[in-house]
């Protein structure tokens, strides 16, 4: 649910209520590590808190706080990067059995690491573009680039999607990149 502009009742505590899951799969998923996305989530939303009438008054406020949130994961990512620290490796994932019935949590865990394989700027692309069905302009904007930009870092992250994953027979999503709203 996306919570527009002029919808009655948005306040601070109620958009915390209603939008902080997906604040935080989408922290998890650039981070890969849950204490740091709720580390960056909580600070997403304190920056928040403190303009939320300007939050508000936005058309999108979820994608407004989204937008501070990605700012604050790349900003971390880079000063990791910077400074020569690197996150501690996931740990690797064995094949199960294909007819395990909760094979798709190993899937999801093979994807999380294979997407932390990616550049920040790519891996948040992807991100933005399949867990939140943003399209390219709509992800030109939340990022500052353009939507040329936005389908080149899809296309090139997809690819290093597929060749670090085992082929799955199960159907995937399509890779063509929608048009933005």
Not at 95 to 106: G, I, K, L, M, Q
Not at 141 to 162: F, W, Y
Request: net charge positive; charged share 30%; aromatic share 6%.
């Amino acid at each position: 649910m996306r919570l527009r502009r002029g919808s009655p009742g948005i306040d601070f505590v109620e958009f915390v209520e209603q939008r902080s899951g997906a604040l935080f799969r989408t922290a998890y998923v650039l981070t890969g590590d849950a204490h740091t996305a709720e580390d960056l989530v909580q600070e997403a939303l304190e920056r928040a808190c403190r303009h939320w009438r300007r939050v508000a008054r936005a058309e999108v406020p979820e994608a407004y706080v989204r937008r501070i949130l990605v700012n604050l994961a790349n900003d971390r990512w880079r000063r990791l990067h910077r400074s020569g620290e690197r996150p501690a490796p996931e740990p690797a994932v064995e094949h199960p059995d294909p007819r395990d019935a909760y094979r798709s949590v190993e899937l999801r865990a093979e994807l999380v690491a294979a997407l932390h394989t990616l550049p920040m700027g790519m891996r948040t692309v992807v991100v933005l573009y399949y867990l939140h069905d943003l399209g390219d302009r709509e992800i030109a904007q939340t990022l500052d680039i353009s939507p040329g930009a936005v389908r080149s870092q899809l296309s090139r992250g997809l690819a290093k999607l597929r060749a670090a994953l085992p082929r799955q027979d199960a159907p995937s999503a399509s890779s063509t990149p929608r048009e933005g709203a």
